[in-house]
């Protein structure tokens, strides 16, 4: 079992749809972050959460708003999204961003926007 | 702009050859470098880390690291089919960068064809 689980795997949404993409580590890690991954892009970093707080919002639109409870669940709440937001959405932890910062990601939720 | 460089591919090598990934990246200041291995599909799982100048190796892997000239290698040795994948490198933000920030390469496609 992956210590870093996504839910929903998969995910079809229309555009005027609300819907919430869910990520939780079993690692004890501190650092959490969300990753977008289109094809043929780079993996872009859209959101990073040390310790709960949040310390880099990468120029994200505001229909994709995070939330971190705590340091073990990370939420990304969708809405009013469009077809080019439809991408593979990754989630990834690390020991803390600083010492430790190797990542390990779950396995993503594919996004689909109609 | 910090950008990390490698080439697409794809790189096609028989099984049991030694497959070469390459990489560069442009912020000096950065310290700590990432491979990661991504199959069709599913998500990116790392492979190696590095923080040293000069080579790492695990088992067939090998991660040659050179400051100076801003690049990092991935070596396999004995190849197998099992290693296809795309392999990407990844680059720790450096001083300006938010802790933990992890900057990626489009990736390398490898297969290993047997």
């Known amino acids: 079992e992956t210590g870093v689980t996504q839910t929903p795997r998969h995910l079809v949404m229309g555009m005027t749809n609300k819907k919430s993409l869910k990520c939780e580590q079993h690692?004890?890690?501190?650092?959490m972050y969300w990753y977008k991954q289109s094809a043929k892009k780079p993996l872009e970093l859209m959101f990073v959460?040390?310790?709960?707080?949040?310390?880099e919002n990468n120029s994200v639109p505001s229909r994709f708003s995070p939330e971190c409870p705590n340091s073990s669940h990370l939420f990304l709440h969708l809405h009013t999204l469009q077809p080019e937001d439809s991408a593979l959405y990754l989630c990834?932890?690390?020991?803390?961003?600083?010492?430790?910062?190797?990542?390990?990601f779950g396995q993503g939720t594919r996004l689909t926007v109609v | 702009q910090k950008e990390v460089e490698q080439n697409s591919g794809p790189l096609s090598v028989p099984e049991g050859a030694i497959a070469s990934l390459n990489c560069t990246y442009s912020?000096?200041?950065?310290?700590?470098f990432f491979w990661y291995r991504q199959y069709s599909g599913k998500s990116p799982e790392l492979i190696m880390f590095?923080?040293?100048?000069g080579d790492k190796e695990d088992g067939r892997f090998t991660a040659q690291l050179n400051k100076a000239s801003q690049y990092v290698s991935l070596l396999i040795r004995d190849s197998q089919p099992s290693d296809s994948a795309t392999y990407l490198c990844?680059?720790?933000?450096?001083?300006?960068?938010?802790?933990?920030?992890?900057?990626f390469g489009r990736g390398t496609q490898l297969t290993v064809w047997p």
């Open positions: 990844a680059v720790n933000g450096g001083r300006g960068s938010t802790l933990g920030r992890l900057y």
């Open positions: 912020d000096r200041g950065s310290q700590s």
């Open positions: 590095i923080y040293s100048n």
């Open positions: 990834a932890s690390s020991q803390d961003g600083h010492k430790t910062p190797e990542a390990f």
């Open positions: 690692l004890g890690h501190n650092a």
């Open positions: 959460y040390n310790f709960k707080e949040q310390t």
